[in-house]
């Protein structure tokens, strides 16, 4: 399977490994008010029903105790995680436009501030538009994901798995795609808590790929 396109790397993944300061969304899908009501929204961590996957860690990165599901910084975090991969990973060349916007409102100042400067949003509309694409996402899947003992910070470990549901041929060729086939993305997402919400600071995307194999959880 190959990576993402030339394209796509080009107009999308302007800072994939770099500083999470500047790190950028890569190419994703919003929800239409269809597509939303199909994608599953979150829901609790992949795992056994008697484990939460999230945790409370100190500055040294260990585990002061777990956290169950129902804490209300968990709740909050991982909602605004899943709202945003349903808004990322559900549009289409006729939304695209209002997608872009909406993307934002999930993102702290400096990083929206950051992709903007970089013409992210600009690109994305682009690559959407002269590729006639449309994505929708199938599932997410959770790993371990942390908060930090300030309560102020936190690092929310998933996968999404999305399908192409339309594409000009030649861009599929080109980035070795196929229509209605499941492909997984890794994600990291680093947020703060800013006058009492959560914000995206930072988002790492590992290359998609056909199998849907996890990568190891970090």
């Not at 770099?18 to 239409?32: H, I, K, N, W």
């Not at 100042?109 to 600009?122: E, N, T």
């Not at 914000?199 to 190891?216: G, L």
Request: glycine share 6%; with cysteine; hydrophobic share 35%.
């Amino acid at each position: 399977m190959r990576h993402l396109t030339a394209a796509l790397t080009t107009a999308l993944v302007l800072v994939l490994s770099g500083c999470d300061s500047a790190s950028a969304p890569a190419e994703t899908p919003v929800p239409t008010s269809s597509s939303a009501a199909r994608t599953r929204q979150g829901g609790p961590p992949t795992g056994s029903a008697a484990s939460s996957l999230w945790a409370l860690i100190d500055g040294k990165g260990e585990t002061i105790r777990q956290l169950p599901d129902d804490d209300p910084d968990v709740t909050a975090v991982r909602t605004l995680v899943a709202l945003h991969s349903a808004t990322t990973d559900n549009r289409d060349d006729a939304t695209i436009t209002v997608s872009a916007e909406r993307e934002f409102d999930f993102y702290a100042p400096g990083f929206a501030q950051s992709l903007r400067g970089q013409s992210y949003d600009r690109r994305l509309v682009a690559l959407y538009r002269t590729n006639k694409l449309a994505t929708r996402q199938v599932k997410t899947a959770w790993y371990r994901s942390t908060l930090y003992e300030d309560r102020a910070t936190a690092k929310a470990e998933m996968d999404t798995v999305l399908q192409f549901t339309a594409a000009d041929p030649g861009y599929l060729e080109k980035g070795g795609f196929v229509l209605d086939t499941p492909y997984t993305q890794h994600r990291t997402v680093s947020l703060a808590k800013q006058d009492g919400q959560w914000k995206i600071t930072a988002i790492r995307k590992s290359p998609m790929t056909k199998a849907a194999q996890r990568p190891a959880s970090s």
